[in-house]
T-cell receptor
Framework: DAGITQSPRYKITETGRQVTLMCHQT?????MFWYRQDLGHGLRLIYY???????DKGEVPDGYVVSRSKTENFPLTLESATRSQTSVYFC??????????????FGPGTRLTVT | AQSVTQPDIHITVSEGASLELRCNYS??????LFWYVQSPGQGLQLLLK??????LVQGIKGFEAEFKRSQSSFNLRKPSVHWSDAAEYFC??????????????FGKGTLLTVNP
């Protein structure tokens, strides 16, 4: 299906384990983003990517790693999960800057629980 | 630093009543502004956007927003609320960290409850 998908939708993991959240978009958008959403904090940017092989830190990058070898995929890895990383994670994508395509399109989210 | 403030954490309205959700931004240049809606358990959906031109913009689901530069505001309105509008609403502004990098800065959201 066209659009932006995230997997898994729900994940329970233990403290100290590595976990990878997947994000895939079919629009060939240049930009991709990872956010976490927590009560009282709203949406906070973790990492973003302007193109394949170009990534940059957002507001809360500690404890997370990203890569972008292909335009359509932007996986987020928690190298050693902590309880403070229990959250809902959203991936988003956006087209090129020409045409003022700044709007971001969001995936359905992954609810991650770290026990 | 650029920021977005949504002063109302929670608003309750009756079905059929009018609605206005407030958003104030802090940004030096001409802002690019958005409103998103998030239904429970869902991702964010774009309602409308303002880049330039007419300061009153129309969006999906009967929503509109008015950009007021003098007040640094971009308030969302709907003349008659439906029960299905119950959701959380986020205002956002484009911020540019230089070159081709850009990000959206989001407000903390306003939760809308609709009473029958």
């Amino acid at each position: 299906d066209a659009g932006i998908t995230q997997s898994p939708r729900y994940k329970i993991t233990e403290t100290g384990r590595q976990v990878t959240l997947m994000c895939h978009q079919t629009w060939s958008h240049s930009y991709m983003f990872w956010y976490r959403q927590d009560l009282g904090h709203g949406l906070r940017l973790i990492y973003y990517s302007a193109a394949a092989d170009i990534t940059d830190k957002g507001e809360v990058p500690d404890g997370y790693v990203v890569s972008r070898s292909k335009t359509e995929n932007f996986p987020l890895t928690l190298e050693s999960a902590t309880r403070s990383q229990t959250s809902v994670y959203f991936c988003a994508s956006s087209g090129p800057l020409t045409g003022f395509a700044y709007e971001q399109y969001f995936g359905p989210g992954t609810r991650l629980t770290v026990t | 630093a650029q920021s977005v403030t949504q002063p109302d954490i929670h608003i309750t309205v009756s079905e059929g009543a009018s609605l206005e959700l407030r958003c104030n931004y802090s940004y030096g240049a001409t802002p690019y502004l958005f409103w998103y809606v998030q239904s429970p358990g869902q991702g964010l959906q774009l309602l409308l956007k303002y880049f330039s031109g007419d300061t009153l913009v129309q969006g999906i689901k009967g929503f509109e927003a008015e950009f007021k530069r003098s007040q640094s505001s971009f308030n969302l309105r709907k003349p008659s609320v439906h029960w299905s509008d119950a959701a959380e609403y986020f205002c956002a502004v484009v911020t540019n960290s230089g070159g081709s990098n850009y990000k959206l800065t989001f407000g903390k959201g306003t939760l809308l409850t609709v009473n029958p």
